[in-house]
């Protein structure tokens, strides 16, 4: 049977297809747990090879699947409810746990990193994820939970892995080779411009493996927004727009939260006298 269009019931939102053959195929939990049989083959190789990341490996299976169907729980009520306010709450919960991540995963200090790293993700959310829902896809109420939420997790999602690799090159670098930035500030040099190679380290470093995916996205691999939407009845050509814009403004938001985060903390890092602060987390 032929597809054939219908308008959804949210108003100014791009039309819908439904086809006979396009349906979303449900996963019972008997057979996820069939489908979760496969970690074994990753378990016993990180086994054999005594690669000593079994137990991080298996703690992270676990809470994976916790939270997610935890997710698809409250996501259910959320959108039900639909509230802008509770969706913005919930956002800037999504955004202090990023923030909180970053600083657990690398080794700089509290007071020089979370208020940058949230001010940058609030900032590059609301302007790269709103610029989306209002303009690209023209969304009366750009706060829907079915859209909002869902982008702006996208989005933190993104900026989180981002930001993680590229803060941590930045400020890595900047102890490693101090002599290079000093010399560049005893030389005439701004302290923004002495900061410039360690920039650039951070945005090659962070930036390098998602410019790779991009160039060969279609051709060596199909992205996984687009499959999803695929499976849950889109038709192709609708998949791949959508998924051109995810690439797009993801790399937007990352780009545009390193660079607030970076340039914000660099106040708590150094003293007035361009001198580095001890930044660093001691190991214990």
Do not use: H
């Amino acid at each position: 049977m032929p597809c054939r269009t219908m308008r959804t019931s949210l108003p100014n939102v791009p039309l819908l297809f439904n086809c006979a053959n396009m349906t979303t195929i449900d996963i019972s939990y008997l057979y996820l747990g069939v489908g979760l049989l496969l970690l074994l083959v990753p378990m016993y190789y990180l086994w054999r090879y005594e690669t000593g990341l079994l137990k991080g490996f298996c703690i992270g299976a676990v809470r994976m699947v916790v939270q997610m169907l935890f997710i698809g729980v409250y996501l259910r009520y959320l959108f039900e409810w639909n509230n802008p306010w509770v969706n913005c709450l919930w956002v800037l919960i999504m955004v202090y746990i990023a923030a909180e991540t970053a600083i657990t995963r690398t080794r700089v200090k509290r007071r020089v990193l979370m208020g940058p790293l949230i001010v940058g993700f609030v900032v590059a959310s609301i302007l790269v994820g709103l610029y989306f829902l209002g303009i690209v896809l023209q969304l009366n109420n750009i706060f829907s939970a079915q859209y909002f939420i869902p982008i702006m997790g996208i989005l933190l999602g993104n900026m989180l892995t981002v930001n993680v690799i590229a803060v941590g090159t930045f400020y890595s670098a900047l102890l490693r080779e101090q002599n290079l930035y000093y010399f560049l500030l005893g030389n005439g040099a701004s302290q923004g411009e002495a900061l410039v190679p360690f920039i650039r380290q951070a945005i090659a470093k962070s930036f390098s493996p998602t410019i790779a995916n991009m160039a060969v996205m279609g051709l060596v691999s199909l992205p996984g927004t687009m499959i999803g939407q695929i499976l849950g009845g889109s038709t192709p050509d609708v998949a791949i727009k959508y998924q051109i814009m995810i690439v797009v403004v993801t790399m937007s938001a990352s780009m545009l939260s390193l660079i607030i985060a970076i340039r914000l903390s660099v106040k708590n890092a150094f003293d007035g006298y361009g001198r580095m602060n001890k930044i660093m987390r001691d190991n214990g």
